[in-house]
């Protein structure tokens, strides 16, 4: 069984300030991890995965997430936020079969000028 | 360079109706998704396909069919379309599995059921 939590529903941040959306999951076999971003009226892109190499994975426009097996955590991260990272994020864990993935309900990032 | 394209964008059905979501991919994928993403709930799996001719059943997958025939094509078809089946539809494709794979998504099909 796999599940993922996604703490924070909304988060708000102002431009230039670090960014901070935190996920934990749960699985009962070493998981792949995934954050995807979803722009208004578009559809997901992704920013970076885990699939059991290097704990610190960095990702596009800045965005860097560290895995934490005893912490069950994979938090995104971006030192320093910008207007267009106004978005949905959502967080994967999956498996090795196809289809077999649990999105997070998402957090909305919202920045304030 | 079009990637993953959904056809229709935007219906609005009676309850009763039916219809199929069209989506193609141009990147010579095996697998292919089909998602609906409906407000706080992330977005569930209803069908896939890890190949032409394959599909399988995600996490709500009733009330849905889905079809690959061809390997760019994936479509997903609703009989009797129900009130609980608005939401916003996404396919997705991927060269391999979810699990070490990126998912390219299309932008999205929003279907209303009155």
């Known amino acids: ?113 | 360079n079009a990637g993953v394209t959904q056809t229709p964008k935007f219906r609005v059905l009676k309850t009763g109706q039916s219809m199929t979501l069209l989506c193609a991919q141009d990147m010579n994928h095996e697998y292919m998704y089909w998602y609906r993403q409906d407000p706080g709930m992330g977005l569930r799996l209803i069908h896939y396909s890890v190949g032409e001719g394959t599909t399988a059943k995600g996490e709500v997958p009733d009330g849905y069919n889905v079809s690959r025939l061809k390997k760019q094509n994936f479509l997903l078809g609703l009989e009797s379309a129900a009130p609980s089946q608005t939401s916003v539809y996404f396919c997705a494709s991927s060269f391999s599995g979810i699990n070490t794979g990126e998912l390219f998504f299309g932008e999205g099909s929003r279907l209303t059921v009155l």
């Open chain 1, 1 to 113: 069984a796999q599940s993922v939590t996604q703490l924070d529903s909304h988060v708000s941040v102002s431009e230039g300030t670090p960014v901070l959306l935190r996920c934990n999951y749960s699985s009962s076999y070493s998981p792949s991890l995934f954050w995807y971003v979803q722009h208004p009226n578009k559809g997901l892109q992704l920013l970076l995965k885990y699939t059991s190499a290097a704990t610190l994975v960095k990702g596009i426009n800045g965005f860097e997430a560290e895995f934490k097996k005893s912490e069950t955590s994979f938090h995104l991260t971006k030192p320093s936020a910008h207007m267009s990272d106004a978005a949905e994020y959502f967080c994967v864990v999956s498996r090795a079969n196809a289809g077999k993935s649990t999105f997070g309900d998402g957090t909305t990032l919202t920045v304030k000028p």
